[in-house]
């Protein structure tokens, strides 16, 4: 009989590989139906959306060792296509987590947003291993991986890029090889509440 912490390892090691399974088939699914499927107008909390993403990956490798910080601004309630702004936030996510440098004495990954005149900006910023400057023209390209140890499909950022167009938002960013990456993305909303209270950062220590 084997003893309960191999047990428990190897449930977990199932568990990553389930949730990096649906991962790649809810993009390879958004990105069969993107083009083919109209914009719904959904009424959501965006803080709370943040922080069911970063929960959906509670089973990645080294998760644990990662401090998100959401810095909760005015808005709260927002109009758009939930589920495109949800697979673009956890895109990116995803990526900041694959790519982090444990070598750092605290792994960070922060999120910020606020909205003007109905465009909503997220910046979502870590200190992680950031993208080699060659590399940096080809992220968005279709099948591009960023490392040889990559896995899944190589769609991650190609559909973030694919959803925006769609929503007629935009994405920048700037990295640099060692010190990290920050995405900012442009999102076209309509605010529908505010954020009721101070706005304080929402730091989660996964220690």
């Known amino acids: 009989e084997c003893p309960k912490n191999i047990n428990a390892q190897y449930i977990e090691m199932m568990q990553v590989r389930l949730n990096q399974l649906l991962h790649y088939i809810n993009d390879l699914t958004l990105f069969s139906e993107n083009s083919n499927t109209a914009l719904n107008q959904d009424i959501f909390s965006l803080n ?52 982090h ?12 947003h606020f909205i003007q005149e109905d465009v909503l900006t ?37 559909l973030v890029r694919e959803l925006l167009n769609t929503m007629n938002g935009d994405i920048a960013f700037t990295s640099e090889k060692g010190i990290g990456s920050e995405f900012t993305l442009f ?21």
């Open 48 to 99: 709370l959306l943040f922080q069911k993403s970063i929960e959906s990956f509670r089973y990645y490798k080294d998760f644990q060792k990662i401090s998100f910080e959401i810095e909760q601004g005015t808005v709260d309630l927002i109009m758009a296509d939930q589920k495109r702004v949800s697979r673009i936030v956890n895109n990116i996510i995803c990526n900041a987590i694959s790519y």
């Open 101 to 112: 440098n444990f070598q750092h004495e605290v792994p960070v990954i922060n999120i910020s």
């Open 122 to 158: 997220i910046t979502i910023k870590d200190n992680g291993s950031g993208i080699d400057k060659e590399l940096q023209p080809k992220i968005f390209d279709m099948f591009f991986r960023g490392h040889e140890s990559s896995s899944g499909p190589g769609l991650g950022l190609y």
């Open 187 to 207: 999102i076209p909303v309509k605010q529908i509440a505010q954020y009721a209270g101070h706005s304080p950062i929402i730091t989660s220590r996964n220690t």
